[in-house]
C-alpha cells in the first residue's frame, strides 16, 4: 500500500474514496493498449486505479478512462500533423486537458520513466527518471494546490 499510504500522508484522501482495481481489470487495460505493464504501475492500479481523493481529480488518470488514451494521443498527434510518434510499446496512463499526455514504456524496466508530450509542440520530454518519482512529484504537486502553507 505505498501509493495509498502517500496519498493518506499528504491529506489528499478527500471527497473520492481511494479504489483500486482488480486483476481482472488491470489485464482489460494492458489489453486495451496492447502492453504488458510494468510492477511499479501495476502496483498503483491494485491501490489507487479507479480513485485516489483530491490526487489527479482534474486529469484523466484513473479507470475506465486510461483504456483509451493511447488512441486519444495518437489521434491528436495525427490531427495536429505532427511528426512524433508514440512506440508501440507505450502506454499512456495520463491526459490532461486533452492537450497534455504523459506514458511510459513497457518491456524494458518495472519502474520507467516517465515522458511527456504536449499539443502543439511536436516532440516528447523526459519529466520523471521513474513511476515512483513522478507519482511523488504529482503528490507534492496536488498537495501544495490543495494545502498551500
Not at 486529469?59 to 475506465?64: H, I, N, R, S, T
Not at 508501440?88 to 508530450?117: H, K, T
Request: proline fraction near 3%.
Amino acid at each position: 500500500m505505498v501509493f495509498a499510504e502517500k496519498i493518506i500522508a499528504a491529506g489528499l484522501n478527500e471527497e473520492r474514496a481511494i479504489v483500486g482495481l482488480s486483476n481482472e481489470e488491470i489485464l482489460e487495460v494492458e489489453r486495451a493498449q496492447g502492453v504488458r505493464l510494468p510492477a511499479a504501475y501495476r502496483s498503483f492500479l491494485k491501490e489507487c486505479g479507479k480513485s485516489a481523493g483530491l490526487f489527479e481529480r482534474d486529469a484523466d488518470f484513473f479507470y475506465p478512462a486510461i483504456k483509451t488514451l493511447k488512441d486519444e494521443l495518437n489521434e491528436m498527434l495525427a490531427e495536429e500533423n505532427m511528426d512524433f510518434r508514440i512506440p508501440e510499446n507505450a502506454f499512456v496512463f495520463s491526459a490532461y486537458q486533452g492537450y497534455q499526455y504523459c506514458y511510459f514504456l513497457c518491456g524494458e524496466e518495472e519502474n520507467p520513466p516517465v515522458y511527456r508530450v504536449d499539443d502543439g509542440e511536436g516532440n516528447f520530454i523526459m519529466i520523471s527518471e521513474s513511476f515512483t518519482q513522478h507519482i511523488d512529484k504529482a503528490i507534492a504537486h496536488y498537495k501544495g494546490a490543495f494545502f498551500q502553507e
